[in-house]
């Protein structure tokens, strides 16, 4: 029996990676003369980035234990760890099971909230393939579990996800347009996945393999790029604060819920598509159209901040993000209690540097609270690694 897994360490080791091929990005979105990135926003999708990290100290052994569950005592098969054919099954059988996952978040509402963080962004770079959502993983999960009455080994399950997750990173740019007909053929390329988080209309829910894009070709989900894509979703968010970002379509389904009339139409709300409304007091049930977008008269949410705000924001920026990864690495050290604390200021110095960004009058009075509770946290860090 199974009971304690140690996740594999792929996304951790990939992580300085990540950061050079963003920077090779920035290079060669200056050769081209095209600019790839946007500070506030570039700030607010490794937020989220974080923010998703974070929950995931707390949540990943909950959406796990289903998994072992069904591992321990309903496998119909053994497939040995050392298989190579198992190996191969999983990484295939993640990405088909993916593929529906990701399908119906783009479907049904209720999936919908967990999803729709990843495309908030209005830009398109490899920093936004780090856009991760916090909640999603609660329900997720599920789409998973026949890997385990399969008999796929719980460790090679996370790993197959994991390097889902790291090929999936590469596809988040426009600096590289095609990779030849057999590949944009069997594969999800960086023009197929442009398609998937464009907001023109007949770039809406297409594109929703992983690694292969033969499922979409399968079942009809495929399109192919050919006007400029627009990038965002329908309704823009309209805001870099992370912790928004994770919960305002919840509190929009909530909302939905509420003003429906009779309870059918109540239900219906979380599985309905995004777009569709119930019936109200006011108005009957039907789709909110999705206009028409060009790159030429688009225009992306932004705040002019002065380049002294900027720098203080990407230094304190920088020395959050150095101190979440370390914490990442060494969480298991610190017991729940001060785990929930470090959380909290880390989240706090997120919203409080992001709330910076978009001018917001109690942006200074948050961000002062920050300042005055980071040696406390310091402490508690330097305390569990034995530094003082």
């Known amino acids: 029996m199974i009971e304690d897994i140690t996740p594999p360490p792929f996304i951790t080791i990939a992580i300085p990676f990540f950061f050079l091929l963003m920077g090779v990005e920035v290079l060669i979105g200056k050769f081209k003369k095209e600019k790839y990135y946007n500070f506030s926003d570039s700030i607010a999708d490794l937020s989220t980035g974080v923010l998703s990290q974070l929950s995931g100290i707390f949540l990943k052994a909950f959406t796990l234990l289903g998994y072992l569950y069904v591992y321990n005592n309903y496998k119909f098969l053994t497939i040995p760890f050392e298989s190579i054919f198992g190996w191969i099954l999983a990484i ?7 593929y529906w996952l990701h399908r119906l978040s783009h479907e049904v509402n209720i999936l919908w909230a967990g999803h729709v963080i990843h495309h908030h962004s209005e830009e398109y770079n490899l920093i936004v393939a780090l856009r991760q959502t916090s909640l999603g993983g609660i329900i997720s999960w599920i789409f998973f579990i026949p890997m385990a009455f399969l008999g796929i080994h719980p460790w090679v399950f996370l790993a197959a996800g994991q390097l889902n997750l790291i090929y999936q990173y590469w596809v988040h740019t426009k600096s590289i347009k095609s990779i030849g007909v057999v590949g944009e053929f069997l594969l999800s390329t960086p023009s197929h996945h442009r398609v998937h988080h464009a907001v023109n209309p007949q770039y809406i829910d297409r594109n929703h393999g992983g690694i292969f894009i033969i499922w979409d070709r399968m079942f009809g989900t495929f399109e192919k790029e050919v006007e400029p894509p627009v990038y965002g979703i329908v309704k823009p968010l309209e805001s870099f604060n992370p912790l928004w970002a994770n919960f305002h379509y919840y509190i929009e389904i909530l909302k939905m ?3 429906a009339e009779g309870f059918l139409n109540k239900i219906k709300v979380i599985y309905k598509p995004p777009g569709w409304y119930p019936s109200t007091i006011d108005k009957k049930e039907g789709y909110s159209p999705i206009p028409k977008v060009s790159p030429d008269t688009f225009i992306k949410y932004n705040h002019d901040i002065k380049n002294s705000k ?24 610190f017991d729940t209690q001060n785990k929930i604390v470090i959380s909290l200021w880390i989240a706090l110095s997120l919203i409080s540097l992001n709330a910076l960004l978009e001018n917001k009058k109690w942006s200074v009075l948050l961000d002062s609270i920050r300042i005055i509770s980071t040696p406390v946290v310091g402490f508690i860090v330097l305390t569990y690694l034995k530094v003082i």
């Open 92 to 98: 295939v059988l993640w990405d088909f099971l993916y």
């Open 257 to 259: 819920v509420w003003n």
């Open 310 to 333: 900027k720098m203080y924001v990407l230094l304190w920026f920088i020395f959050v993000l150095l101190f979440s990864f370390l914490y990442l690495i060494f969480q298991a050290k």
